[in-house]
């Protein structure tokens, strides 16, 4: 099953809910991290990045809550950094903008979001475009079609059965759900690049760098 982490303040309860709503009935697992746990040792480093590898992205929920806690960019940026190789989406509030300066070196995806409905579904989106569920386990189909090969040219054949098993292992069943893409953006400051999710004309900071940034097409 698929998993994403969340890491979040405890004190943004409703924020919590709201993504908690957006999981639910689906076939992706979420595994909500508090932002405070860790700093008073009641989870330890090696629990969390065992979580972040098991999870397939990680959710950073940041907010003026997260702001406040102590040592804040220091976590935010360890546990990011940790999850280099995943899709991280940092989240921000719409109102609460003007008071979060938390940065974030890696990202793939930057939204700014409001808890209506729209966002909801957006959100969801988000979550089942990584519902693996459809997919075909790889490891069989890949070796079943190397072996069927095999009989008439070995060296052949094992190659052959690769690329066989690279092909199956993508083939679908049912649809899955396209990931929502954003914008993509390249900080004019930072040369950073990822894909923004805001409306088009919105000045927005640079969650990488906290320039101020306006969408120009
Ligand atoms: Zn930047």
């Not at 698929?2 to 639910?24: M, N, P, T």
């Not at 997260?66 to 040592?71: A, E, F, N």
């Not at 989406?89 to 070196?105: A, G, H, N, R």
Request: aromatic share 12%.
């Amino acid at each position: 099953m698929a998993q994403i982490f969340v890491s979040h303040s405890k004190r943004d309860q409703d924020l919590v809910g709201f993504f908690s709503s957006a999981f639910a009935g689906t076939k992706v697992k979420a595994v909500f991290e508090e932002f405070e746990k860790i700093l008073t040792g009641e989870i330890t480093s090696p629990k969390v990045m065992q979580d972040i590898e098991n999870s397939n992205a990680v959710f950073v929920i940041l907010s003026q809550n997260v702001q406040k806690i102590p040592h804040t960019r220091d976590w935010v940026v360890w546990e990011t950094g940790i999850a280099k190789n995943k899709d991280i989406w940092v989240f921000e509030p719409y109102s609460q903008l003007d008071s979060i300066s938390v940065v974030t070196p890696y990202l793939r995806h930057y939204v700014i979001f409001s808890m209506t409905e729209d966002w909801f579904g957006y959100i969801r989106n988000i979550i089942e475009s990584y519902d693996d569920s459809h997919i075909l386990p790889t490891v069989l189909t890949g070796a079943g079609i190397g072996a069927a090969l095999a009989e008439e040219d070995k060296v052949g054949g094992a190659f052959l059965g690769g690329i066989g098993g690279a092909i199956a292992g993508h083939v679908l069943f049912g649809k899955s759900i396209e990931r929502p893409r954003g914008w993509d953006i390249v900080c004019s400051n930072c040369r950073s690049s990822y894909n923004a999710h805001i409306p088009q004309e919105m000045v927005f900071r640079c969650p990488v760098c906290n320039t101020h940034l306006i969408l120009k097409e």
